[in-house]
């Protein structure tokens, strides 16, 4: 016979425990609770001859309790230990990305976790009868913590990243504002992370880089975008028509969106768009007009 106690004195996780081992797949389990001087306890007989089924099935149950239960508490108490200077508003951004990361891969992120808990609570409940809940997840799940501190580490990165973005593109709005516009329309032909971009007459204008004096660039690339971001920002047009050569709108289409805010319309179905998708964006210089 096996006998596991499990201590802890928060009775909701008690609560949510006993429903658990309620629908235990294994037989010959018997499970009372019973409160000493210091914890509420719940106290598992085991009655079978596999010990090590049941030691896993109770590993897998506290598993997926630290995952369900105690892993935001885990992920807060990181995040203000290793990034206390954030303001709590930020803090609770980056909680928040670190479950879109989860989010992104799930299966694989939960069953990582998953399974290095598994081998911890295993490891343990062979070697001993009782586990206090909070002295365990304490000092005694390292791996999974660690796991966790990858986490948070990549949320904080992407929220920088993010909030970087964001005052890049609060700084252009800034400048935008503060200019008098130098034409009406601007025609930006857009494919692949290529542009071309056409004046209101439908002549291309030229984006080399020795015509237009660089005043902001969106990365150090000097790509297609780049010079055309930067003319945009020279000739600060009025309305911007973006035409999607291939229907896809990237983060350099959403970032001009957000730039020129309430300046830009974006289509894939007109003439200027219907002539590109059918020749390709290696026209020639010459005026186009329809």
Same mark, same amino acid.
């Given at each position: 016979?096996?006998?596991?106690?499990?201590?802890?004195?928060?009775?909701?996780?008690?609560?949510?425990?006993?429903?658990?081992?309620?629908?235990?797949?294994?037989?010959?389990?018997?499970?009372?609770?019973?409160? #000493?001087?210091?914890?509420?306890?719940?106290?598992?007989?085991?009655?079978?001859?596999?010990?090590?089924? #049941?030691?896993?099935?109770?590993?897998?149950?506290?598993?997926?309790?630290?995952?369900?239960?105690?892993?935001?508490?885990?992920?807060?108490?990181?995040?203000?230990?290793?990034?206390?200077?954030?303001?709590?508003?930020?803090?609770?951004?980056?909680?928040?990305?670190?479950?879109?990361?989860?989010?992104?891969?799930?299966?694989?992120?939960?069953?990582?976790?998953?399974?290095?808990?598994?081998?911890?609570?295993?490891?343990?409940?062979?070697?001993?009868?009782?586990?206090?809940?909070?002295? #365990?997840?304490?000092?005694?799940?390292?791996?999974?913590?660690?796991?966790?501190?990858?986490?948070?580490?990549?949320?904080?990165?992407?929220?920088?990243?993010?909030?970087?973005?964001?005052?890049?593109?609060?700084?252009?709005?800034?400048?935008?504002?503060?200019?008098?516009?130098?034409?009406?329309?601007?025609?930006?032909?857009?494919?692949?992370?290529?542009?071309?971009?056409?004046?209101?007459?439908?002549?291309?204008?030229?984006?080399?880089?020795? #015509?237009?004096?660089?005043?902001?660039?969106?990365?150090?690339?000097?790509?297609?975008?780049?010079?055309?971001?930067?003319?945009?920002?020279?000739?600060?047009?009025?309305?911007?028509?973006?035409?999607?050569?291939?229907?896809?709108?990237?983060?350099?289409?959403?970032?001009?969106?957000?730039?020129?805010?309430?300046?830009?319309?974006?289509?894939?179905?007109?003439?200027?768009?219907?002539?590109?998708?059918?020749?390709?964006?290696?026209?020639?210089?010459?005026?186009?007009?329809?």
């Amino acid at each position: 016979m096996k006998s596991i106690c499990i201590k802890t004195n928060d009775s909701h996780l008690l609560n949510y425990l006993l429903n658990e081992f309620d629908y235990i797949e294994i037989d010959n389990v018997y499970i009372s609770t019973n409160q #000493f001087k210091n914890y509420k306890n719940i106290i598992l007989h085991y009655t079978g001859n596999d010990n090590s089924s #049941f030691i896993h099935e109770i590993s897998c149950i506290l598993s997926c309790f630290v995952i369900d239960e105690i892993e935001e508490s885990i992920l807060k108490r990181l995040i203000l230990k290793h990034y206390f200077y954030f303001e709590a508003s930020e803090r609770k951004d980056i909680l928040d990305i670190c479950y879109d990361i989860f989010t992104e891969d799930f299966n694989e992120s939960f069953d990582k976790k998953y399974n290095c808990l598994i081998d911890d609570f295993s490891s343990y409940l062979l070697e001993h009868k009782s586990i206090i809940l909070s002295g #365990f997840i304490n000092f005694r799940i390292k791996d999974y913590v660690e796991i966790l501190e990858n986490i948070v580490d990549e949320a904080v990165n992407s929220y920088v990243i993010e909030k970087e973005y964001m005052e890049f593109v609060s700084l252009l709005k800034l400048y935008i504002n503060s200019q008098t516009s130098t034409c009406n329309i601007v025609h930006l032909i857009y494919s692949n992370e290529t542009s071309i971009l056409l004046d209101e007459d439908k002549n291309i204008i030229n984006m080399d880089s020795d #015509f237009f004096k660089a005043k902001f660039l969106s990365d150090i690339s000097f790509s297609s975008n780049d010079y055309a971001l930067n003319t945009l920002l020279t000739l600060l047009p009025k309305k911007i028509y973006i035409h999607l050569i291939d229907n896809y709108i990237d983060e350099f289409i959403h970032t001009l969106g957000l730039i020129f805010d309430g300046k830009v319309d974006v289509c894939t179905d007109c003439d200027i768009c219907k002539l590109y998708k059918n020749k390709g964006l290696k026209l020639s210089h010459n005026i186009i007009k329809k």
